[in-house]
């Protein structure tokens, strides 16, 4: 049979091993917790400086549409356009009716 006396000992010297080791544990779950929000942060400031740029991009293009020489850009387009179809119609092709000016 056993004799509980030697439980005691046991005891006493497993408890502290346990509180250290919980311990550790705990500080090595803060410490992961850390590195997680550091990543997490460095990722969130590398999107923000993305989003930045595009909207920066899309300001750009903002302008480029509603500056009057997108119109005038429009404008010449659709002469071409004109041109070309007078060219189809007359059954000329166009290089050979640019030839025939110069």
Request: hydrophobic share 45%.
């Amino acid at each position: 049979m056993w004799d509980w006396a030697y439980l005691i000992p046991i005891a006493g010297i497993s408890i502290p091993i346990f509180a250290i080791w919980f311990k550790h544990q705990e500080k090595l779950a803060q410490m992961n917790m850390d590195a997680t929000a550091d990543a997490t942060a460095e990722k969130a400031a590398q999107y923000a400086a993305k989003v930045q740029r595009l909207e920066d991009r899309v300001q750009v293009l903002e302008r480029i549409v509603t500056d009057r020489g997108y119109d005038v850009a429009t404008q010449i387009e659709a002469l071409r356009d004109v041109r070309e179809n007078d060219a189809a119609n007359a059954g000329i092709p166009l290089e050979f009716r640019s030839k025939e000016k110069a």
